[in-house]
């Protein structure tokens, strides 16, 4: 298909998206808790799911058909700009979270800790906009994020313009990720343009990133400007530590982002890998990221009570989630035999259990090798092994594997089918598709670590003798 029907296409597919959030988006007194049934028989209901499908498949189908030949880095911008343009002016999409931002921001501009009390603790002036499950449940987000929310409160007054702000933040994240993918995708001998194109033209972008004003724009942006300056002055302090300040900014948004510390400690070595070179150099990221971390947070009178925060991802059960899907399994196995169990605890821990050594497998193999292609490796492994999936977390992975990545088609694979996870209002498909899901990602799971293990085995293998 040439590319400049593409670009239409991808258009169409936005505008007729913009039309679904209008109609049926996630608007702040819509049903919270709606079902797929719900929805066709509601107002607009068949209008609604279809010009959210067909939306989604065209721009899916333009961004999937141009993934390796986009013709320039100005067009792709550009082509990204027009599809991100219906995106700006349309009510959420796919998501209420941008309500909970608000909730967050108005306890915290209260004197109210949002990792110590609920949202309806306050009460939030906007609380019917939340889900239930989160109105008594601790934010999850780091302690710059909270103080950005209180400030954004503070400043817009109502409901209407804190969510202004915050797309406008949104906006700001996916330009600054515009600005460092060339660079970080040029020093890893990368074509830019296609790893503009892979990274934000996604359909996970407009709908989630600028229309659900998720702040995983904020963590990718500044965890991209902070590898690309790493990658770009390795072993030099001041950037360096420049680097590491934006790395420890993105863990404000969003602690995951320390993941990828050590590995871009890795890349700020100048020359071969040695342990000395790694304390002369790696120290200045690790060592800035940290401090802004932690002085962000007394800064802002909080404590570390994200950490709790996290755990609140355990309430909700996916089969999106692989470690989640392998416990739905296992119950749905014994209750043929007639046994009860819940096996999601001990599945969710075996997954935390392997992410932790797989991490530091990765980071051994990156001494010698691309340590920001494994730094992408690390984040995708993150999201695959936590106790929840979202759509936009993969945003994380796909930023920094587009930049870094010479193969493209499995994380690009993943992200083309997680735009179709989650309806216009936020309602969440694999909360209604248990069966088959479960099962089928458990085989999938399976089929995957066949797959890891035999190619772990031919690589111990020596070449044969000519």
Avoid at 159 to 176: C, N, P, Q, Y
Avoid at 279 to 284: E, N, P, V, Y
Avoid at 359 to 388: K, S
Wanted: glycine share 10%.
């Amino acid at each position: 298909m040439p590319h400049h029907l593409s670009r239409w296409i991808g258009l169409a597919g936005s505008a007729l998206l913009a039309v679904a959030a209008f109609i049926g988006g996630a608007l702040p007194h819509s049903e919270l808790r709606p079902t797929p049934v719900s929805i066709w028989q509601g107002p607009n209901g068949p209008l609604v799911i279809a010009t959210w499908l067909v939306g989604t498949g065209l721009m899916a189908w333009a961004w999937w058909s141009l993934r390796d030949r986009v013709p320039s880095t100005r067009w792709a911008l550009i082509t990204i700009g027009l599809w991100i343009l219906p995106m700006l002016i349309t009510p959420p999409l796919g998501s209420r979270d941008v309500y909970a931002y608000s909730c967050q921001g108005a306890s915290y501009a209260a004197g109210i800790s949002p990792y110590e009390f609920g949202v309806s603790t306050l009460p939030c002036p906007w609380l019917d906009t939340i889900s239930y499950i989160w109105r008594d449940t601790p934010a999850p987000y780091g302690p710059l994020f909270v103080v950005v929310s209180g400030a954004v409160v503070s400043l817009a007054g109502s409901l209407i313009g804190s969510m202004v702000l915050f797309r406008l933040l949104a906006v700001a994240g996916v330009a600054l990720a515009a600005c460092s993918l060339p660079v970080l995708a040029r020093r890893c001998g990368v074509p830019a343009e296609r790893a503009l194109w892979l990274a934000l033209a996604c359909p996970l972008v407009p709908v989630h990133l600028i229309s659900g004003s998720h702040n995983d724009a904020m963590m990718v942006g500044l965890l991209t400007a902070g590898l690309a300056v790493v990658a770009s002055r390795p072993g030099r302090p001041g950037p360096l530590l420049v680097g590491g300040l934006l790395l420890g900014l993105a863990a404000g948004i969003k602690v995951t982002a320390l993941v990828v510390v050590p590995f871009a400690a890795l890349a700020a070595i100048a020359g071969p890998y040695r342990i000395r070179s790694l304390i002369r150099d790696g120290a200045w990221v690790v060592g800035a990221a940290v401090a802004t971390v932690i002085g962000v947070t007394l800064a802002a009178g909080l404590d570390f009570g994200w950490i709790s925060g996290l755990e609140q991802g355990n309430l909700v059960v996916a089969w999106t989630s692989p470690p989640t899907a392998v416990g739905q399994t296992a119950g749905y196995i014994a209750g043929l035999f007639g046994a009860h169990i819940d096996a999601l605890p001990v599945t969710r821990a075996i997954g935390v259990l392997v992410l932790a050594a797989l991490l530091i497998w990765l980071w051994w193999r990156a001494r010698t090798r691309e340590p920001l292609w494994h730094a992408g490796l690390a984040l995708a492994a993150t999201v695959a092994l936590a106790p929840l999936f979202h759509p936009w977390y993969w945003t994380w992975p796909l930023a920094v594997l587009a930049a870094t990545s010479r193969r493209t088609g499995w994380f690009a694979l993943v992200a083309l089918v997680s735009s179709f996870l989650v309806l216009a209002d936020g309602t969440g498909l694999p909360r209604y598709t248990k069966m088959p899901g479960a099962p089928l990602m458990t085989l999938l799971v399976i089929w995957v670590a066949v797959r890891l293990v035999r190619s772990a085995r031919a690589a111990r293998q020596p070449a044969p003798a000519d």
